[in-house]
């Protein structure tokens, strides 16, 4: 069974129902606590009663600088949301690390940005480092990804659609909020994948609600594809797309044709004045609140909750 493991600022926990034990080592990094799977285990196993959950403040259980890649388009339903036909070249891009934020943390939307947007992701952990040119097969994850993270890819659709800058619209900071937990997995648990679903609610509304079987480039496939040009090591993230549900979505086919005889800057105008209207994008005061798990409980990485903010 997987194991759920929470960082705060004293240090690391093994969380157990409602309580949390403290794990007995001296990792600071994500990196070297998975370098530490002896103190995990005895934590996990341990009489102590431990703490309230509660009463803890969790970080991020992926501690940065670290690498953060993320899959493109990887979802079937947010393909249709986003007009794409056809067979979707694999593609990845990075974000800063710097963007990398607790499960509780607000994320601040920058003055500039007017139209911010939420993608509700699975992210994997690497456990171990992947070389240029390795080829994962499915039963080769377990040598590759210790475990799995709830993550949200903030985005700020007006710097990434005018620019076509998704690194700079995707790396502010507090655009990748990043837990509770950090789920260690056993190598029987990578068969339940595929169950995962991820749903991410605002303000109480459902919004996206998809398991990982509307996945089209699968986690081994993805990370054959990436260590094609990108080498990972132990503690680095994936993130591995979103399904359908944002607030972005792509204008009707005729209203297309009409924009892209338009010059840039009058298509763009018209577009976010459209956009305006959408009643979707993020707004001061909203609550995002995220969640991934099987519908057993056999894998579930917690809850994130958000609130939304703006710069001053």
């Known amino acids: 069974m997987s194991t759920n493991v929470l960082r705060t600022a004293d240090g690391w926990w093994v969380v157990r129902g409602d309580r949390a034990v ?3 080592t001296k990792a600071a990094t994500t990196a070297e606590l998975l370098a530490d799977p002896d103190a995990v285990r005895e934590a996990a196993l341990s009489d102590e009663a431990g703490t309230p959950v509660a009463d803890l403040a969790a970080l991020s259980p ?4 670290c690498r953060v890649v993320a899959q493109m388009v990887n979802y079937r339903s947010h393909a249709r949301d986003s007009g794409f036909t056809g067979d979707i070249p694999p593609a990845f891009f990075r974000k800063a690390s710097g963007s990398v934020s607790g499960p509780g943390e607000t994320i601040v939307r920058p003055a500039h940005v007017k139209f911010l947007d939420y993608e509700v992701e699975l992210g994997l952990v690497m456990g171990a480092s992947l070389p240029v040119g390795t080829v994962v097969e499915e039963r080769d994850l377990p040598s590759y990804v210790a475990g799995l993270v709830v993550t949200n890819d903030v985005s700020a ?4 659609l005018t620019k076509t800058q998704f690194y700079e619209s995707k790396s502010y900071p507090t655009f990748t909020p990043t837990g509770p937990h950090l789920t260690l997995l056993e190598p029987e648990d990578f068969a339940h994948l595929l169950d995962l679903r991820l749903t991410l609610s605002v303000n109480g509304e459902l919004r996206q609600d998809r398991t990982l079987a509307d996945m089209i480039v699968r986690p081994a496939q993805a990370l054959t594809l990436l260590a094609r040009f990108q080498a990972l090591d132990a503690g680095d993230l994936l ?5 359908g549900g944002t607030a972005l979505k792509a204008p009707p086919k005729a209203v297309e044709k009409i924009g892209a005889l338009l010059p840039p ?3 763009w105008k018209a577009f976010f004045k459209s956009q305006a209207k959408n009643p979707r994008y993020l707004r001061t005061g909203d609550v995002i609140t995220a969640t991934i798990a099987t519908p057993d409980g056999r894998i579930d990485l917690g809850e994130q909750r958000t609130p939304v903010a703006s710069a001053n």
């Open 62 to 65: 992926v501690t940065t600088p």
């Open 265 to 267: 800057a009058v298509k």
């Open 157 to 160: 659709r007006d710097v990434q």
């Open 22 to 24: 403290p794990v007995d």
């Open 239 to 243: 993130l591995t797309g979103t399904p």
